[in-house]
């Protein structure tokens, strides 16, 4: 997988990665609608995401599960 389907969100303007907040990849890499999975810093084996985000920006809505569950954290209709 290539840096751009992976992103690291760091405290402030930090580079450090003791900063880590949390980070995002695809959920996988042929995609029709936008899916990411989200990893806070201290799941750092990365074997089941925190959140998982799925989206579409035709119709611009989200929604935010937590983690493989079908819990609804968040969403924007």
């Known amino acids: ?6 992103w690291q969100v760091l ?3 930090s580079t450090e ?11 996988s890499l042929i995609q029709l609608k936008t899916e990411l999975d ?3 810093a201290n799941n ?6 925190d959140f998982k985000v799925k989206g579409s920006w035709f119709d611009r809505s989200c929604v935010v599960y937590a983690g493989e569950s079908s819990t609804i954290v968040a969403q924007k209709m």
Do not use: P
């Open 38 to 40: 989200v990893f806070l």
């Open 44 to 49: 750092t084996r990365e074997e089941v995401c």
């Open 11 to 13: 405290r402030g303007d």
């Open 1 to 6: 997988m290539s840096a751009y389907d992976r």
């Open 17 to 27: 990665s003791r900063d880590l907040l949390f980070s995002a990849k695809r959920s």
